[in-house]
């Protein structure tokens, strides 16, 4: 299991030691599970609005992916990644469109904002970002559109 060499293998292994680690974190699991149910109804709700956003987004791609076919570059392919937990806020979910090391990402917190972030460069400071809330329909699918648009042109320019 443990290959340093002053590691006492035995300890590492023993069943008292894995049952003390295994208490410790379930303990640990109660504690923030407790904490986080409270924001289980917020949060599925942000999963239904990204859900949708994320069907909106695949909806548009599916049409760009045709139209730049149509015109000869087929090779202008554009990733959209699946919904998952935000890589930054325990309460928010994201997904990511992605070609080479051009990222955008939508982002939806349970305290009810949509945030649009990039268009950006992997590995760079991510941005810029706009937030709105999220029943703010209109405004965040013309904000959409152009985001998309802005990250589209980036990620297809040499």
């Not at 640990?28 to 986080?36: W, Y």
């Not at 992916?65 to 309460?91: F, M, N, Q, T």
């Not at 990402?105 to 949509?114: E, L, N, P, Q, W």
């Amino acid at each position: 299991m443990c290959k340093h060499p002053t590691m006492d293998r035995s300890a590492a292994t023993s069943p008292g030691a894995s049952e003390a680690l295994r208490q410790k974190l379930a303990d640990v699991g109660e504690s923030l599970g407790s904490r986080e149910a409270a924001h289980g109804a917020a949060l599925e709700q942000a999963r239904k609005c990204i859900d949708a956003l994320r069907q909106l987004v695949a909806d548009g791609l599916e049409s760009f992916h045709a139209a730049a076919e149509r015109a000869g570059a087929p090779h202008l392919r554009i990733a959209l990644s699946d919904v998952r937990l935000d890589d930054k806020h325990v309460r928010a979910l994201e997904f990511e469109l992605r070609r080479g090391r051009h990222v955008g990402i939508v982002t939806v917190k349970s305290r009810g904002d949509v945030t649009l972030v990039g268009p950006f460069r992997y590995g760079r400071t991510e941005g810029p970002c706009r937030t709105f809330p999220a029943d703010a329909t209109t405004e965040i699918h013309a904000a959409l559109g152009d985001f998309l648009a802005s990250f589209l042109e980036e990620a297809a320019t040499p």
